[in-house]
């Protein structure tokens, strides 16, 4: 699962008028609210880039083969805290409320975290879940070639990253 940076305006909106709409909170006038959302996702993208590039580099250093990047990757990600997969969409919702917490673009709180935690995560797995779409429409236009080779990883790459302009996506 990922989130594109190109997505995050939209994403955060969503957020911040499903919680209104629910009467979950109470926003001031004006985008604020949804910049402070912004600002969590942003960090997110933030830390899971240079989470991916230490385990690049770590896989360099001690001469692994590329196999090993989603362990490294999950271990690096559990030792900042974030975790992998769902614990991700767990820490990124934390963050969230905590931010309403601290905000003064938040006027007020009336529902639990755990109901509004539920609410962010049904939301963010929603717009994270586009990465299996592209992953099965790249695997579909890859038949020539055998999984796990390392043409089979430049193709894979190149295939993703045509997808991803045609659909207007980013990393």
Same mark, same amino acid.
């Not at 969409?89 to 963050?95: D, E, H, K």
């Not at 109901?115 to 963010?124: G, S, W």
């Given at each position: 699962?990922?989130?594109?940076?190109?997505?995050?305006?939209?994403?955060?909106?969503?957020?911040?008028e499903?919680?209104?709409?629910?009467?979950?909170?109470?926003?001031?006038?004006?985008?604020?609210?949804?910049l402070?959302?912004?600002?969590?996702?942003?960090?997110?993208?933030?830390?899971?880039?240079?989470?991916?590039?230490?385990?690049?580099?770590?896989?360099e250093r001690q001469?692994?083969?590329y196999?090993?990047?989603?362990?490294?990757?999950?271990?690096?990600?559990?030792q900042?805290?974030?975790?992998?997969?769902?614990?991700?969409?767990?820490?990124?919702?934390?963050?969230?409320l905590?931010?309403?917490?601290?905000?003064?673009?938040? $006027?007020?709180?009336? !529902?639990? +975290?755990?109901?509004? @935690?539920? &609410?962010?995560? =049904? #939301?963010?797995?929603?717009?994270?879940?586009?990465?299996?779409?592209?992953?099965?429409?790249v695997?579909?236009?890859?038949?020539?070639?055998? $999984?796990?080779?390392? !043409?089979? +990883?430049?193709?894979? @790459?190149? &295939?993703?990253? =045509? #997808?991803?302009?045609?659909?207007?996506?980013?990393?």
């Amino acid at each position: 699962m990922r989130l594109y940076k190109t997505k995050i305006p939209q994403v955060a909106a969503r957020i911040i008028e499903r919680l209104v709409k629910d009467g979950d909170i109470l926003v001031a006038s004006g985008p604020e609210a949804g910049l402070d959302v912004e600002a969590v996702l942003g960090e997110y993208l933030r830390l899971e880039r240079q989470m991916t590039e230490e385990a690049k580099d770590r896989l360099e250093r001690q001469k692994l083969s590329y196999s090993n990047f989603g362990r490294l990757k999950r271990d690096l990600s559990e030792q900042r805290g974030i975790g992998a997969g769902d614990e991700a969409l767990s820490w990124i919702a934390n963050q969230i409320l905590e931010t309403f917490m601290h905000s003064s673009h938040i $006027e007020e709180v009336f !529902a639990e +975290d755990s109901d509004m @935690r539920r &609410k962010i995560k =049904e #939301i963010l797995q929603g717009a994270m879940s586009m990465d299996t779409e592209l992953d099965q429409e790249v695997r579909r236009r890859i038949k020539n070639i055998q $999984e796990g080779t390392e !043409a089979w +990883d430049v193709e894979y @790459r190149a &295939k993703m990253d =045509e #997808i991803r302009r045609k659909h207007g996506l980013d990393s």
